[in-house]
């Protein structure tokens, strides 16, 4: 390897140019960097060590070298010398080994400890390392983005690692767990008829961050805000988790099915004070991260995890950015969800911002146009944004629509007039704004909880294999176990449990929002009443591919459901993009009880029905909902047309009887329908 040259600041990180690869990294405060380069993930030792000249290395804030002679799929690394000061806020180590904020690709050997990066001394022999790539290096064969519009999008929320990790997935066992066995299981998202996948974390994480005897297997533990986790790919050379990542994006893209990541830009894998020194922290602390004003060696704790990336910063913001850009760019995603997104809208002290730049600048980037975006409005601190989130384009998860859809079926009190806003596109968090209706994410279940088996089958949660002496997840989950707790052979209680769950997926899918279904939900995947999983990479959170068969019924009406949804849809192409209260005064809803255009909103109600026609003009339909113990005769509206009314939809009937799609729906005779106990019908009338 002949003599390294100066190099140059920009771009930051790994950038690959006729003279060899050039290498940049920001670091402020320190007095001294060296690169190191690698043989392999295995190697315990750099194979050559460059120490760079402040004086020729360095511009502004940026240390740079240029190397020749090496290219993509090299291994490298960066060591950091300064003051360890950590009551100033400085954690500099000159024994540590750190990741490259900008890496693309990380390789983790089989000796990684991530116990040795949270003590003194070297972990050299023991390090995750960065990867140099080639974002230009692979052939896309003309694929673009999908560009699905918000209105026809349906969300199915999967973990890249569960979806086919499990023995009986039938994904070769090289492949299991990996983004290549998910592309195998394609045709089975196909068959569902969903539009979109939103896959958990899927940046490189530390699986070690977990308590001990356990694994991280959720992911949100990031390391690296550019390249795909090293274990979710089934080829072993360091460039093959980039490679199989676009190969499924590519695959995926071809079944029509788009490609969302829940990313986590609010906190990193290093925890507290007492946690690892991976990467950031040993470059910079105090840009990365909001310490505590008032002792500057603790770390502001708003995401629950020990620490919080200072978003705003200006070299945190430019990284996010950077990172989304890459993502939408050369790896081709669709969309972004963005965990714990209140955190993105504070300032470096922590203070809520009227105006957050990141989060403008991420509307307002002209490569993130027209790319879903997605926030999870709130975060650990309690700043709660739901219905009042900034911007034009961002949707919300509202987790108000998860609680009042919940709180109905199972009987609560004082929920009918809120469950009457969720249905409609929750006008009263989102009717302020001249927004669309699909502002909403709707969804009764998602990975953080309980599945939507076990929303019908635990009263409380069953968290004791996490090790945290069940103190763990939430204990709000207003979940109702139909009479006993956990799994039963009672012929009448699973009956009961069967039909919970077909009113929760339709009043999902037949609500105006976006819909989101959870992995497995379809086929009564359970978690044994574990309502925080995050460390349980093994049967009690993997997909059970033997429940497609054991519950074929249930899997067959939800593929039904989504047909009818999309059947059935509310509003027309030319009205997608009107804002939500004009959509509800052009659609006529008229809400009615057990009588006509009498709904009963008292607290004691457990009942209602709405009247809503489409905007093409060609459907009348009549939803009734009776979360009531007993049956109730509801008064039918006359029906337009000759045909009169239809039954599409009756949860009270055995699955493959339960629906139809609107034209060809058994006819509903007289003027009063009886609605069964806990069912909900859907009847529709065509128009003349």
Request: hydrophobic share 35%.
């Amino acid at each position: 390897m002949s003599h390294a040259h100066s190099g140059k600041s920009h771009p930051l990180g790994a950038t690959i140019t006729p003279g060899g690869v050039n290498f940049s990294v920001f670091s402020k405060n320190c007095t001294g960097v060296e690169l190191l380069l690698f043989e392999d993930a295995e190697a315990e030792a750099p194979s050559h060590v460059f120490r760079l000249d402040p004086l020729k290395n360095r511009t502004g804030y940026y240390w740079h070298i240029c190397v020749p002679g090496i290219g993509a799929g090299q291994l490298y690394g960066w060591r950091v010398s300064g003051p360890n000061l950590p009551e100033q806020g400085l954690r500099f180590d000159d024994e540590k080994v750190l990741l490259d904020p900008y890496g693309r690709g990380v390789a983790m050997g089989s000796n990684y400890q991530r116990a040795l990066a949270c003590r003194p001394g070297s972990n050299v022999h023991a390090c995750m390392k960065s990867v140099v790539v080639d974002p230009r290096a692979y052939d896309w064969e003309g694929d673009q983005p999908l560009k699905h519009p918000i209105s026809r999008t349906i969300i199915y929320e999967m973990h890249v690692g569960g979806f086919t990790r499990h023995p009986n997935s039938g994904v070769s066992p090289e492949k299991r767990g990996t983004f290549a066995g998910l592309i195998e299981k394609i045709p089975y998202l196909q068959s569902l008829g969903i539009t979109a996948i939103e896959l958990l974390p899927v940046f490189q994480f530390d699986p070690q961050d977990a308590p001990p005897g356990l694994t991280n297997y959720w992911g949100y533990s990031p390391v690296s805000f550019f390249a795909p986790h090293a274990a979710y790919s089934s080829r072993h050379d360091p460039l093959g988790p980039v490679n199989e990542f676009r190969d499924m994006v590519k695959a995926l893209h071809r079944a029509g099915i788009e490609v969302i990541l829940d990313v986590v830009y609010n906190h990193t894998a290093e925890n507290g004070a007492d946690g690892p020194t991976l990467c950031f922290r040993g470059l910079e602390n105090r840009a990365y991260y909001m310490l505590d004003p008032a002792d500057r060696a603790q770390y502001v704790n708003f995401s629950g995890c020990g620490n919080t990336l200072k978003a705003n910063h200006a070299i945190v913001r430019r990284m996010i950015l950077d990172s989304l850009r890459y993502w939408v760019q050369v790896m081709h995603v669709d969309g972004f969800r963005f965990d714990l997104a209140s955190i993105l809208s504070r300032d470096e002290q922590g203070n809520p911002l009227p105006s957050p730049p990141l989060l403008w600048d991420i509307e307002s980037d002209p490569v993130l146009a027209g790319v879903k975006l997605i926030a999870e409005a709130w975060d650990v601190g309690g700043l709660y944004q739901v219905g009042n989130f900034m911007g034009d384009f961002f949707l919300e998860w509202n987790g108000r629509f998860r609680d009042d859809v919940r709180a109905f079926w199972k009987g609560d009190n004082g929920v009918v007039r809120k469950l009457a806003n969720r249905l409609i596109g929750s006008p009263d968090l989102y009717g302020h704004e001249e927004r669309e209706p699909e502002q909403s994410v709707n969804f009764v279940a998602c990975h953080d909880g309980f599945t939507l088996n076990d929303v019908v089958s635990y009263n409380r949660k069953h968290n004791w294999p996490n090790r945290e002496g069940n103190r763990d997840g939430s204990d709000y989950n207003l979940s109702w176990n139909c009479g006993v707790e956990g799994a039963t052979s009672d012929p009448e209680i699973e009956t009961l449990r069967a039909r919970q769950i077909r009113n929760f997926l339709a009043t999902t899918l037949l609500s105006i929002g976006v819909p989101m279904i959870g992995m497995g939900d379809e086929v009564r995947r359970t978690q044994y009443g574990n309502n925080n999983a995050y460390a349980q990479d093994n049967e009690i959170s993997w997909f059970d591919w033997s429940l497609v068969e054991r519950h074929a019924d249930l899997l067959e009406f939800t593929r039904a459901l989504i047909h009818l949804r999309k059947s059935m849809s509310l509003t027309q192409r030319q009205m997608q993009n009107a804002p939500l209260r004009q959509i509800l005064h052009q659609v006529s809803v008229h809400w009615h009880g057990v009588r006509l255009n009498q709904p009963d909103w008292a607290d004691y109600s457990h009942s209602l029905a709405l009247s809503v026609q489409s905007l093409s003009g060609r459907h009348l339909f009549h939803i009734m909902l009776n979360a009531y113990w007993e049956a109730l005769d509801f008064e039918l509206p006359r029906a337009p047309g000759r045909s009169g009314w239809k039954r599409v939809l009756d949860t009270w009937l055995p699955p493959k009887e339960s629906i139809s799609h609107p034209d060809s729906a058994p006819p509903v005779a007289g003027g009063i329908y009886r609605v069964q106990p806990r069912t909900l019908v859907v009847l529709a009338a065509q128009r003349k």
